[in-house]
């Protein structure tokens, strides 16, 4: 038998116990055995829970006690889920989490750590919610050099932008929604601003060019600046604003990652990709470009993803091959510098003035024009440093790159 401590009892850590539990029967066939719920760690009282007498407040019950094999982490954050973590794989335990906070900046660490003490550190659930990609990453297309990963990583932000494009929500009126609906953070800055997509990338990036990416190397923008004539414009142009993450492997083998709301081509899978859903491309030498696509966030998918990991863990147990890669550094990263591309560009300025700052640029419509605004899609590629340049002189409100 093996025996599971819960860290957490919020969103995650409950639907973890629910499936955990809920599945008993099923789990131990594909475990070869019972994987028993043993302790759920919250500094909170439910003495309703069906699950009351398993609750502890000391972490050192779990720590201490060399029955547990597995403590799932769902605390969030990178304070006391870092020395719970440090502490649980120290004790020779095994450590499954959804915390892509903690992945992101510390998993170099604490894959070494793992590694070193010979048990995993496995984080399925840390991107895109229930949809398999660390795993298919690391072990299906294991025989591919990978060139380039880019998605829809953050589900709240899908649905902020789904609701804006289809209701004509705005966005402030779009977030409140997706508060209501338990898909936002605690803090709803990490999913607007993108900090949310940028961990998420820095994940993808270690695991596909085998080097630690953090997250202040990455320019991130979020989508808080996106407004509803944002959405006309691109949308008389045949296209989506979506928000995406993207990480390229350059021919020196550095990365350039980034995450920022990009114009997608109606066409596109990724413009298919709405509400709370992800959809995460990659592009390998070998098997060319395949996608994942499922339910990026919520309780019942993100345990679906953990569980997973716990089963892996209980089955392999002693045995499983640990996921690490190198460290990081700056020399790990190249700048967005040459990163060409076509631009949408929105300026208080007239057609004439678009025009001639962009020659042979391509101007937009929208239903209701006014403002002094004018938009448009550039004709050829270029940088954000030659973009800035044509632009000087103009007071320009939005420009995005399209995904061609
Ligand atoms: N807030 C995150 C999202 C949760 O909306 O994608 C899943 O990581």
């Not at 997973?308 to 089955?315: C, E, F, N, Q, S």
């Not at 967005?336 to 057609?351: I, P």
Request: contains cysteine.
């Amino acid at each position: 038998m093996v025996n599971v401590a819960v860290l957490g009892f919020g969103t995650v850590g409950s639907g973890v116990a629910e499936v955990l539990t809920g599945h008993e029967g099923s789990i131990e066939r594909k475990a070869d055995g019972l994987i028993r719920l043993k302790y759920i760690l919250d500094v909170r009282e439910f003495p309703d829970s069906p699950f009351a007498d398993l609750f502890v407040k000391d972490f050192s019950v779990v720590e201490n006690d060399p029955e547990v094999d597995i403590v799932v982490e769902t605390i969030g954050g990178a304070t006391v889920a870092l020395d719970f973590t440090r502490r649980a794989l120290e004790a020779g335990k095994s450590v499954v989490t959804s915390n892509k906070e903690l992945v992101a900046t510390k998993g170099y660490e604490l894959t070494q750590l793992a590694k070193s003490k010979g048990v995993c550190y496995l984080f399925e659930a840390s991107v895109g919610g229930g949809i398999p990609i660390i795993r298919p990453l690391s072990q299906c297309l294991a025989a591919n050099e990978i060139l380039e990963i880019y998605g829809i990583l953050n589900g709240t932000t899908n649905y902020i932008l789904t609701r804006m494009i289809r209701a004509g929500l705005t966005f402030e009126a779009a977030l409140a929604e997706a508060q209501e609906k338990g898909y936002a953070e605690r803090d709803p800055s990490a999913d607007v601003e993108g900090h949310d997509a940028c961990r998420k990338i820095c994940i993808l990036a270690a695991i596909a060019f085998g080097r630690h990416i953090y997250p202040e190397q990455v320019p991130t923008q979020g989508i808080d600046g996106v407004t509803l004539a944002d959405v006309d414009y691109t949308e008389s142009a045949g296209k989506k604003i979506k928000l995406l993450g993207r990480a390229i492997r350059r021919e020196d083998g550095r990365v350039c990652a980034y995450v920022a709301p990009h114009l997608v081509d109606q066409s596109s899978p990724l413009a298919g990709v709405e509400d709370v859903f992800n959809a995460i491309s990659v592009r390998g030498d070998a098997i060319g470009d395949v996608m994942f696509y499922g339910r990026g966030a919520g309780k019942l998918p993100t345990a679906s993803a953990v569980v997973a990991d716990v089963i892996d863990v209980a089955r392999n147990m002693g045995h499983r091959k640990a996921l690490s890669w190198e460290p990081g550094g700056e020399d790990a990263v190249c700048g967005m510098d040459a990163l060409a591309s076509r631009w949408y560009v929105r300026a208080k300025a007239t057609a004439e003035a678009l025009r001639a700052a962009l020659p042979g640029c391509k101007l937009l419509a929208r239903r209701e024009s006014g403002g002094g605004e004018c938009a448009c899609l550039t004709e050829g590629e270029l940088t954000q440093e030659e973009l800035e340049r044509h632009l000087a002189g103009l007071e320009q409100s939005s420009a995005l790159r399209v995904l061609d």
